[in-house]
């Protein structure tokens, strides 16, 4: 974990934290081949995945109750539904044309909140309660949910404390949770097909055609599930931590890695960025050979330094997602949104200050909060956020 953070938010990060980032069509974190026809506002432009440039000006509060103090617990954090409803460290986000679909980390439970009328509802698990139960959604039970994705249907959700993927279906009125790969309850770091698969606390997800690309927290790993046969195996980093050691596939090494997004570059094809928060860098993995180089901050370099490649510093990257153009990154520990322009790896800050302590929204230069973990980007919904307590977005 992060070392010598500077404010309380760190220390719970400890506790809780486990990230960022198909939900609609343009999402993302589900990539799928572009048909080589001429682009519309808010879809990707042929072969590139790339979204017309978004004009971010301001935040606005979507659900919860920001934060006005930062102590223990903070103020706001609960687990009502309704409106504005509550939530004590909202997760991964998904959408589908009608609901945002989060996970809720400390409360143990994944909600969804009507697009429209603003409603929170708890779909999946109990406030509070540690489990590892498959079934309806009023009785399984969840333990620290951390990622979401949705792919159809289909809500894939990464049970960090669990060590395991578990899925919902969204269309059921039930919401039936079901185990993918891993046992729930029991971690290590074996590959294998379904429950003979080993996890150490999958956080980040993205979907690349028939396979689950997954965030293997404290095993400093990144993961592949092969969707047809839920065949698990490590395609990057090693389960001994190190230093920020670019090389191929397990040869390379990873300290708490994050947040992932996926991206088609036109030379290299399908690569994966990753966020590795306590190297504090952002890393790329390129999936033909699985060679992993850094793009921008310099391992061990704790700061909020615009700049270009290394000259760049993060402190404690966590959520990460894309538009296709552009990297946003949750700067966890700097309390801020930062921007990686893809082409040529400048870093610029979008919003934030590290000196908050309190939630405000509104224009971005004075949107201010003491908790950024995770964002998603959707073409249609514009930049989405979360905070200890509330869910916002940057429009």
């Known amino acids: 974990m992060l070392k010598n953070m500077r404010s309380t938010v760190v220390f719970v990060s400890t506790l809780f934290l486990c990230s960022c980032l198909g ?7 589900s990539v799928t081949p572009n048909n080589p026809t001429t682009p519309t506002p808010g879809t ?39 409106i504005p409803g509550s939530f004590d460290l909202p997760g991964g986000i998904s959408l589908d044309e009608n609901y945002y679909y989060l ?12 697009r429209k009328t603003k409603e929170v509802q708890t779909i999946v698990g109990s406030v509070g309660v540690i489990g590892t139960t498959d079934g309806p959604g009023a009785t399984a039970l969840l333990n620290s949910p951390s990622d979401t994705l949705l792919d159809g249907t289909t809500l894939y959700v990464s049970d960090v404390y669990n060590y395991c993927i578990r899925t919902v279906n969204v269309a059921d009125p039930n919401f039936t949770v079901s185990t993918l790969v891993g046992t729930c309850g029991s971690s ?16 980040g997800m993205v979907k690349l055609g028939n396979a689950l690309y997954v965030i293997d927290r404290f095993n400093n790993t990144i993961r592949k599930v092969k969707l047809d046969t839920l065949e698990v195996t490590t395609i990057a980093g090693s389960s001994v931590p190190g230093a920020n050691l670019d090389a191929v596939g397990t040869l390379a090494r990873f300290n708490d890695p994050q947040g992932l997004a ?8 399908d690569v994966l960025f990753v966020t590795d928060a306590s190297n504090n860098t952002i890393r ?14 310099t391992a061990g370099v704790a700061g909020h330094a615009d700049g270009t490649g290394a000259a760049a510093t993060f402190y404690g990257p966590y ?26 790896y400048s870093v610029t800050t979008l919003f934030g200050d590290p000196t908050a302590t309190a939630d ?36």
């Open 23 to 29: 939900i609609d069509a343009f999402d993302s974190k």
């Open 44 to 82: 990707p432009t042929p072969n590139l995945n790339i979204y017309p440039a978004l004009a971010f000006t301001e935040t606005e509060l979507i659900a919860g109750v920001g934060m006005v103090d930062v102590g223990m617990p903070p103020t706001g954090t609960g687990s009502a539904d309704g």
């Open 103 to 114: 996970s809720d980390g400390v409360n143990r439970t994944l909600r969804r909140v009507n």
């Open 188 to 203: 290590g770091s074996a590959d294998g097909v379904g429950p003979a698969a080993e996890f150490a606390g999958p956080t």
């Open 262 to 269: 996926a991206y088609n570059d036109p030379v290299d094809g």
């Open 284 to 297: 790329r993995i390129r999936l033909s050979d699985n060679n992993v180089t850094t793009v921008a901050g």
């Open 319 to 344: 959520g990460l997602t894309t538009d296709g153009t552009s990297l946003y990154v949750a700067d966890f520990a700097n309390l801020a949104v930062r921007k990686i322009l893809i082409s040529d």
């Open 360 to 395: 405000n929204f509104g224009p971005l230069a004075t949107t201010r909060t003491p908790w950024i973990p995770y964002l998603h980007f959707s073409s249609e919904a514009g930049l989405l956020c979360v905070s200890r307590t509330a869910f916002y977005r940057v429009k």
